[in-house]
């Protein structure tokens, strides 16, 4: 249950960063 409930907090976060980085990259690229 541990390594799951990590691997879940580690995905949430990284669609956290890519939720911020993803507008930065789409007005860049405009």
Known sequence: MGSISNGLEVISQ?????LVITPAILTGSL
């Open 14 to 18: 990284l669609v956290e960063l890519i």
